[in-house]
């Protein structure tokens, strides 16, 4: 094309600010379940408008290389999320965050292969964005991992917080040398991405599944400020915009979910929870098993049923045969409800996704604040493999790990039925006060054949 | 040029705006959002194409190939998932998702 450069860098650059514009918009959209579909097709909109104008950028080569490269990353991508399973949605967002921060620090290492012409503060930045960079491309894929099950193990050991400590000041101080200009050529840079690489394993492995939304959320954060600086080194304001939204966006985010676990975000990442959680001491009462028919009864005779799903429901595939359980307990009068708690599942939001996939009507689902007022007034609370987000310790144990954290009031209801796979204790290990409570009884058995049970039973009523 | 203080500000309001534009969002919405602003930071393509562009040598080649790659990776499948994500939520009416 014969188009003069002022020309073209006015397109490109006017392409940039309309790509900017419409993430922000499309981010907006996305504050309501309406319009948020909406939200999604113009971000897209505003990503192909600027990644189509990018080949336009003066003085490039390589053009084979990049089609390429495309071609086999997207394809990759688009072939894996559209089969991807909505359980299975956690460790793919995680993938998918871990790739981003990949490409900032890949944009990275090549602006410090060849720093000329970088001024102090570029560098600073290429560095910084650098480190964070590849911390949430190493840290997103141990959580894929762990996720997937591919890492069963939450590795720990005596010392880990002065091992981790030295890495990161090692990988800091190549940082600086780097920026500071003592650092050029492949050794130190290669040194310096080793080291960060190593400290997003270090940071990520000890941490336990059910802190999982407070990780991804962070390291969303992370990559979304890689961006940002790798933007500002690039001069391109379409990246720092884009990169800065999605970081102050998962900083919020990342608050949200440590707040609703009550513990700090340091906490979550340093602490080891769950290793050094004590028994939680002695609870009073006995476990006391009920069969699917008497719960059946219980639940279809009552006059309102609240439903609180937790990882369980994810893992046994349940939400299809919970929905076919809501409706029957409509169909009979009964006031069927969801309770979320905003930890529950291994992502932000989780359970909302794995309903909304089976077709329950968003207006049913309450969150904490919402709903907990209501417990007292349901004759059946159905908790299906939920367990610390529903242990009334947290309110009434001040000894207990959990002390403190925002709970659902389940324990408040009428009556309370647990499927639960086995007798084994939660993710913090502390024992459950709710499943030993005199109103409680315990429906043994993997969460979708207890609920087809439940349906079953419901369904010889009649 | 974007330089000094025009980039702080740039900074400092993107900044403000990320965090204004999320702060009212719905628990319900939570992982959308949280997969959508993971696209949104797909726009690292851009920048790996131009890092690719630039790169002269094989090892900077290759450096700049895996970048695209991955930048592509996040941003077409943060758009899929997040568009099949909100395709469930388009409606209350009870209409069943397919699995």
């Given at each position: 094309?014969?188009l003069?450069?002022?020309?073209?860098?006015?397109l490109?650059?006017?392409?940039?600010?309309?790509?900017?514009?419409l993430?922000?918009?499309?981010?907006?959209?996305?504050?309501?379940?309406?319009?948020?579909?909406?939200?999604?097709?113009?971000?897209?909109?505003?990503?192909?408008?600027?990644?189509?104008?990018?080949?336009?950028?003066?003085?490039?080569?390589?053009?084979?290389?990049?089609?390429?490269?495309?071609?086999?990353?997207?394809?990759?991508?688009?072939?894996?999320?559209?089969?991807?399973?909505?359980?299975?949605?956690?460790?793919?967002?995680?993938?998918?965050?871990?790739?981003?921060?990949?490409?900032?620090?890949?944009?990275?290492?090549?602006?410090?292969?060849?720093?000329?012409g970088?001024?102090?503060?570029?560098?600073?930045?290429?560095?910084?964005?650098a480190?964070i960079?590849?911390?949430s491309?190493?840290?997103s894929?141990?959580a894929?991992?762990?996720?997937?099950?591919?890492?069963?193990?939450?590795?720990?050991?005596k010392?880990?917080?002065?091992?981790?400590?030295?890495?990161?000041?090692?990988?800091?101080?190549?940082?600086?040398?780097?920026?500071?200009?003592?650092?050029?050529?492949?050794?130190?840079?290669?040194?310096?991405?080793?080291?960060?690489?190593?400290?997003?394993?270090?940071?990520?492995?000890?941490?336990?599944?059910?802190?999982?939304?407070?990780?991804?959320?962070?390291?969303?954060?992370?990559?979304?400020?890689?961006?940002?600086?790798?933007?500002?080194?690039?001069?391109?304001?379409?990246?720092?915009?884009?990169?800065?939204?999605?970081?102050?966006?998962g900083?919020?985010?990342?608050?949200?979910?440590?707040?609703?676990?009550?513990?700090?975000?340091?906490?979550?990442?340093?602490?080891?929870?769950?290793?050094?959680?004590?028994?939680?001491?002695?609870?009073?009462?006995?476990?006391?098993p009920?069969?699917?028919?008497?719960?059946?009864?219980m639940?279809?005779?009552?006059?309102?049923?609240?439903?609180?799903?937790?990882?369980?429901?994810?893992?046994?595939?349940?939400?299809?045969?919970v929905?076919?359980?809501?409706?029957?307990?409509?169909?009979?009068?009964?006031?069927?409800?969801?309770?979320?708690?905003?930890?529950?599942?291994?992502?932000?939001?989780?359970?909302?996704?794995?309903?909304?996939?089976?077709?329950?009507?968003?207006?049913?689902?309450?969150?904490?604040?919402?709903?907990?007022?209501?417990?007292?007034?349901?004759?059946?609370?159905?908790?299906?493999?939920a367990?610390?987000?529903?242990?009334?310790?947290?309110?009434?144990?001040?000894?207990?790990?959990?002390?403190?954290?925002?709970?659902?009031?389940?324990?408040?209801?009428?009556?309370?039925?647990?499927?639960?796979?086995g007798?084994?204790?939660?993710?913090?290990?502390i024992?459950?006060?709710?499943?030993?409570?005199?109103?409680?009884?315990?429906?043994?058995?993997?969460?979708?054949?207890?609920?087809?049970?439940?349906?079953?039973?419901?369904?010889?009523?009649? | 040029?974007?330089?000094?203080?025009?980039?702080?500000?740039?900074?400092?309001?993107?900044?403000?705006?990320?965090?204004?534009?999320?702060?009212?969002?719905?628990?319900?919405?939570h992982?959308?959002?949280?997969?959508?602003?993971?696209?949104?930071?797909?726009?690292?393509?851009?920048?790996?194409?131009?890092?690719l562009?630039?790169?002269?040598?094989?090892?900077?080649?290759?450096?700049?190939?895996?970048?695209?790659?991955?930048?592509?990776?996040?941003?077409?499948?943060?758009?899929?998932?997040?568009?099949r994500?909100?395709?469930?939520f388009?409606?209350?009416?009870?209409?069943?998702?397919?699995?």
């Open positions: 094309m014969n003069s450069p002022a020309f073209t860098d006015d490109i650059q006017g392409a940039y600010f309309l790509a900017a514009l993430f922000i918009v499309g981010l907006k959209r996305m504050s309501s379940p309406k319009g948020a579909r909406v939200g999604i097709l113009w971000a897209g909109a505003g990503m192909l408008v600027a990644t189509l104008i990018t080949f336009l950028w003066p003085g490039m080569h390589n053009f084979g290389l990049m089609l390429a490269a495309i071609l086999i990353g997207g394809g990759a991508a688009w072939w894996s999320g559209k089969r991807v399973a909505m359980t299975a949605m956690p460790q793919m967002v995680a993938l998918y965050n871990g790739m981003g921060g990949g490409a900032a620090a890949a944009i990275a290492a090549d602006e410090l292969l060849h720093p000329e970088l001024g102090r503060a570029a560098l600073t930045l290429a560095v910084v964005g480190f960079g590849t911390v491309f190493s840290g894929l141990i894929f991992g762990k996720l997937q099950g591919l890492i069963n193990k939450s590795w720990r050991f010392g880990q917080q002065l091992v981790n400590g030295l890495v990161f000041l090692l990988a800091a101080g190549h940082g600086v040398m780097i920026a500071l200009g003592y650092g050029h050529g492949m050794g130190p840079v290669v040194f310096f991405f080793l080291l960060s690489l190593l400290f997003g394993v270090l940071m990520t492995v000890p941490i336990g599944g059910a802190d999982m939304p407070v990780v991804i959320s962070l390291y969303n954060a992370f990559t979304g400020l890689a961006v940002a600086f790798e933007g500002f080194v690039l001069q391109n304001p379409a990246m720092i915009i884009a990169g800065m939204v999605v970081g102050s966006a900083t919020l985010l990342t608050q949200l979910m440590a707040k609703a676990m009550n513990r700090s975000i340091g906490n979550v990442l340093f602490s080891n929870f769950g290793e050094t959680a004590a028994a939680g001491g002695e609870v009073s009462g006995s476990l006391k009920i069969d699917a028919a008497d719960a059946g009864v639940m279809a005779y009552g006059a309102k049923v609240i439903i609180v799903p937790g990882y369980g429901m994810a893992v046994a595939q349940a939400q299809h045969k929905w076919e359980l809501t409706q029957l307990l409509q169909s009979r009068g009964v006031t069927v409800k969801f309770a979320i708690h905003p930890v529950a599942g291994r992502m932000p939001g989780h359970m909302n996704v794995l309903l909304a996939e089976a077709g329950v009507p968003y207006d049913i689902i309450a969150d904490l604040e919402e709903i907990n007022a209501e417990f007292p007034t349901a004759d059946v609370a159905l908790i299906i493999g367990n610390d987000v529903v242990n009334p310790d947290a309110r009434n144990r001040k000894d207990s790990p959990i002390y403190g954290m925002p709970i659902l009031d389940a324990d408040k209801a009428k009556n309370v039925i647990v499927i639960k796979r007798q084994g204790r939660g993710f913090s290990g024992e459950n006060a709710l499943f030993y409570m005199d109103n409680t009884r315990m429906l043994y058995g993997d969460g979708q054949e207890a609920v087809a049970r439940l349906i079953q039973g419901i369904k010889t009523l009649d | 040029m974007i330089d000094g203080f025009i980039a702080l500000y740039i900074f400092m309001l993107a900044g403000f705006t990320g965090y204004e534009v999320i702060s009212r969002v719905p628990v319900i919405l992982t959308p959002l949280m997969s959508g602003s993971n696209f949104v930071h797909g726009i690292v393509l851009v920048g790996a194409m131009v890092a562009g630039q790169a002269d040598g094989p090892v900077e080649q290759i450096i700049g190939f895996v970048g695209v790659a991955l930048a592509a990776g996040n941003a077409v499948g943060g758009y899929v998932v997040t568009e994500m909100l395709e469930m388009k409606d209350s009416g009870g209409k069943r998702g397919k699995a």
